[in-house]
Structures are given as structure tokens and as C-alpha cells.
């Protein structure tokens, strides 16, 4: 069985296996190996007798030889030219006046190229910067560009709890970090807590989400009241460290009691409702006093309809009910007789009144037609600024 080593080529880098054989190796030792960029100076880190998960014999490339002194005196040298490129590449970058901060420079071991990274709050234009480089450096040029996180990874620092951060020491691969995740752990929301030296959330937040979400599967709602073998109760708080939730009972007392001695609480309770159940918490009981008392509905008196109701139609419509269709009614019954008095014409009328009615053929008296005043000074008015002009 061969052997199989894990390399880092620098030391915040990422872990890249090969296969040691027919090499032995131990851990701290440096070997070469042949990269898809050129040749590279690596320093063991892992030893493993079986192929990492995920890889096979076939995708593991062997090492090329351990290093002997006059490759780590290169490496030495490499060493020298990146602290001597880095004061160079910052002297330029204040003369061309650019808004980037540089962080820190990578000389490949072969110098066959050379890696400047920075960080910038937007976009930067240093072609410029590009060319004083080449012409001082004489080999390939790379500005990249990189996040707070991997700046922090970069330098190394002290975080909030006192030791030296986790990305500098052994986080390789950045994993998103929420806000969400702090709310789950119940933590105040004060940035000034919750962020590391980077600024951004601390990535040790992701380190205990399973255990929460686990946790907080299984918890009932808190503040809700539940029916269960002590009677009514309502739940207060929880404690995920010892596994404990904290209600109040009906004699106004706190009991804590572990999670599988509530599920066994719920379950001497009677009939237990599935709402809950399907988002993954304990089934809880329906609470019979939350809320008011639902009384059946009252039945209502049967109406006596005075037709038919029209039925819809197969168009979504009414149909309409012809009179004949329509059920008969009752007629109210007739109103006593009383004596009539006889209705007077309009000729008796015009006699009571002293006038009498107009012959036929006599001439109709017409009435005045009333004056229309147009520019004039209506009585009792003024008159157009016109008129008065002319006037």
C-alpha cells in the first residue's frame, strides 16, 4: 500500500495531496513536485495511508524528489525577493496614486512568475503599475485582487476570544456566515460582538449551527401554553447546554425538566394534534383555553321564501322565473267600501274659481318675450368695458 502525503506550499494555503512513492517522507519534510505551472517546493503536512475521500489513485500525481539544501536556499532567496518586491510595488503604487492597500507577494519557486495581491473597494486601473514591474522584475506579473477575510488569513491576528484567528491558523475554505446564525444562538445583535478583526461576522458562528438547529427542532414554541399530564403549562426558556426546557405550571412555579421527559409529559396528555409535527417539532396538544371558548352555531329559523329562488345557470348566471312558474300568493284582503265623492271637472273647477274656459278657435294671448341685453348696460348694472369705450 502506498503512502500518501498532504502539501502546503505556503502557510496559509490550502492542503494538496500527492503520492509519496517510492519516497518515505515525514511530516515537516520538503519535497518538489511538478505543478501545471511549473515546478513548486511544498512542506508535508499530513500523512495518509489511504487516497483522501473523493480522489483516486489515478487523480494523485507522485512527488518529484524531496528537496535537498540548494532548493531551500532558493526558496531563501525567493523569500528575499518577495519582501523586496512588496517595498517596491508600494513605493509605485503612491506614486501613481492608486486606491488599492497591498497585502502581500508570492514568488513562484522556478520565478517563473510573480503574485501581488491587494485589496481595493472598487476597480483599479494599474496597467501602469503592471509595466514598472515587468521592467524592474522580468518575468509574468499578476495584481490580484482579494476579500477582508483573506487579507486577515494573509496577516493573521488576535480575534475576540484571545487566540489567534481561525483563519490564519487552520480554516482553508470560507463558508457563508448570516445573521440568522446569531439569532439561532440567541446572541444580542451587537456588531461591535458578532465581528472579527476583518470586520465581517465571525466565522465560528458556523461551527455550532447543526447543534442548534438540532436543538431547536425538537423545542416547542416558547410562550405558548400546552395541555399535558401537570395540566395546562407555559413554556418559558431553554437551555440547549443541559438539554432542559423551563415552564411555568398551574401552581405558578417554574419546572425544568429535560426534552424526553416533556415529550413524555405531552404524551400522558390525551389526544395529541399534528400541527407542529410536519416542521419537525414534538407534536403538542391543543390548547383548550387559548383563546375563547368556540360555541357551536345557533340553527336559524326556516324562511318562507315568497318565490322560488333563482338556481345558477350553467353560464355562471341566474335563470329567471317566469309568473307563471312563480307560486301564488295570498291576496290581501279588500278594504271596506266607502261613499265616493264625486270628482269635479276642470269647467266646474274654472266656474267655483270666477273664470271661465277659453272657446274654441278664440285667439291664445301671448306673452312678451323678455329683452336680451348684448353689450348694453343692463338696469341695474354696469356695462362692457366696450361699450363704454365707445361711449
Known amino acids: 500500500m502506498g503512502q500518501y502525503v498532504g502539501l502546503k506550499f505556503r502557510e496559509q494555503g490550502q492542503v494538496y495531496f500527492f503520492s509519496a512513492a517510492p519516497y518515505v517522507v515525514q511530516v515537516g519534510d520538503h519535497v518538489l513536485v511538478k505543478t501545471d505551472e511549473g515546478a513548486g517546493l511544498g512542506r508535508v503536512v499530513v500523512l495518509r495511508e489511504e487516497p483522501p475521500?473523493?480522489?483516486?489513485?489515478?487523480?494523485?500525481?507522485?512527488?518529484?524528489?524531496?528537496?535537498?539544501?540548494?532548493?531551500?536556499?532558493?526558496?531563501?532567496?525567493?523569500?528575499?525577493?518577495?519582501?523586496?518586491?512588496?517595498?517596491?510595488?508600494?513605493?509605485?503604487?503612491?506614486?501613481?496614486?492608486?486606491?488599492?492597500?497591498l497585502v502581500d507577494v508570492e514568488v513562484y519557486f522556478d520565478r517563473s512568475k510573480m503574485i501581488f495581491y491587494f485589496t481595493?473597494?472598487?476597480?483599479?486601473?494599474?496597467?501602469?503599475?503592471v509595466k514598472d514591474l515587468v521592467r524592474v522584475y522580468r518575468t509574468r506579473i499578476e495584481l490580484r485582487q482579494i476579500g477582508v477575510r483573506h487579507e486577515t488569513q494573509m496577516l493573521g491576528g488576535l480575534g475576540n476570544c484571545g487566540q489567534v484567528c481561525c483563519c490564519r491558523r487552520f480554516l482553508r475554505r470560507f463558508e457563508p456566515v448570516t445573521i440568522k446564525m446569531a439569532k439561532d444562538q440567541n446572541l444580542f445583535l451587537n456588531p461591535a460582538k458578532i465581528s472579527g478583526v476583518c470586520g465581517r461576522l465571525l466565522c465560528c458562528l458556523a461551527y455550532e449551527k447543526d447543534s442548534y438547529q438540532s436543538f431547536q427542532s425538537r423545542l416547542p414554541k416558547m410562550g405558548r401554553?400546552?395541555?399535558?399530564?401537570?395540566?395546562?403549562?407555559?413554556?418559558?426558556?431553554?437551555?440547549?447546554?443541559r438539554d432542559t426546557l423551563t415552564f411555568l405550571s398551574e401552581a405558578r412555579e417554574e419546572v425544568e425538566v429535560s426534552l424526553d421527559e416533556w415529550e413524555q409529559l405531552l404524551a400522558g396528555a390525551g389526544p395529541i394534534s399534528s400541527a407542529g409535527a410536519e416542521n419537525g417539532q414534538p407534536a403538542a396538544r391543543l390548547p383548550a383555553f387559548a383563546?375563547?371558548?368556540?360555541?357551536?352555531?345557533r340553527p336559524r329559523p326556516p324562511r318562507t321564501p315568497r318565490g322560488r329562488r333563482p338556481e345558477p345557470s350553467a353560464s355562471g348566471g341566474a335563470e329567471k322565473v317566469s309568473p307563471k312558474e312563480a307560486p301564488a300568493t295570498e291576496k290581501p284582503a279588500p278594504k271596506p267600501e266607502t261613499e265616493r265623492q264625486p270628482v269635479e271637472t276642470g269647467d266646474a273647477r274654472l266656474e267655483k274659481q270666477g273664470?271661465?274656459?277659453?272657446?274654441?278657435?278664440?285667439?291664445?294671448?301671448?306673452?312678451?318675450?323678455?329683452?336680451?341685453?348684448?353689450?348694453?348696460?343692463?338696469?341695474?348694472?354696469?356695462?362692457?368695458?366696450?361699450?363704454?369705450?365707445?361711449?
Open 53 to 101: 475521500e473523493g480522489l483516486t489513485e489515478e487523480d494523485l500525481k507522485p512527488i518529484y524528489r524531496p528537496a535537498a539544501q540548494e532548493d531551500l536556499d532558493s526558496s531563501a532567496e525567493n523569500d528575499a525577493l518577495a519582501k523586496e518586491a512588496y517595498a517596491f510595488c508600494r513605493k509605485c503604487v503612491r506614486r501613481h496614486r492608486l486606491d488599492m492597500k
Open 120 to 129: 481595493a473597494p472598487g476597480r483599479v486601473d494599474f496597467r501602469e503599475l
Open 225 to 241: 401554553k400546552f395541555q399535558t399530564a401537570m395540566g395546562q403549562v407555559k413554556t418559558l426558556r431553554a437551555n440547549i447546554f
Open 291 to 297: 383563546g375563547k371558548k368556540s360555541q357551536p352555531p
Open 355 to 391: 273664470e271661465k274656459r277659453p272657446q274654441a278657435g278664440a285667439p291664445k294671448k301671448h306673452r312678451k318675450p323678455k329683452k336680451k341685453y348684448r353689450g348694453k348696460k343692463k338696469p341695474g348694472g354696469k356695462a362692457k368695458s366696450g361699450e363704454a369705450g365707445k361711449k
